[in-house]
């Protein structure tokens, strides 16, 4: 059974920074696609970046975090990293990871073409 679990979530205040953590238990971990994504009370699901498993090409909501948040993989530990700097209370919600279930895959902003999700780590930032 896949597992995507993440952490790293925590109450910061504005200005800050967290680094989440994705630890996947789909192999081979550098052939998936990971993406984050984020759900505020009330709100839908958004895309925040994904890192690619086919060239570990990367992509982000460029409207909401480009600039302040940074997608990386360390493939030998299983697990993709946001970090995240520069947080604003608009930032809070809940982050969650998520794979497809296929291999090679490019990065995509598509919460549909994900099949396999965390259950969701909690990032608070005040002002």
């Known amino acids: 059974q896949v597992q995507l679990v993440e952490s790293g979530g925590g109450s910061v205040q504005a200005g800050g920074s967290l680094r989440l953590s994705c630890a996947a238990s789909?192999?081979?971990?550098?052939?998936?696609?990971i993406g984050w994504f984020r759900q505020a009370p009330g709100k839908e699901r958004d895309f925040v970046a994904a890192?690619?498993?086919?060239?570990?090409?990367?992509?982000y909501n460029a409207d909401s975090v480009k600039g302040r948040f940074t997608i990386s993989r360390d493939n030998p530990k299983n697990t993709v990293y946001l970090q995240m700097n520069s947080l604003k209370p608009e930032d809070t919600a809940v982050y969650y990871c998520?794979?497809?279930?296929?291999?090679?895959?490019?990065?995509?902003?598509?919460?549909?073409?994900?099949?396999?999700w965390g259950q969701g780590t909690q990032v608070t930032v005040s002002s």
């Open positions: 998520a794979s497809p279930r296929r291999i090679w895959t490019i990065a995509t902003p598509r919460l549909e073409e994900y099949d396999y």
């Open positions: 789909v192999r081979p971990f550098s052939s998936y696609t």
């Open positions: 890192i690619s498993g086919s060239d570990s090409s990367t992509l």
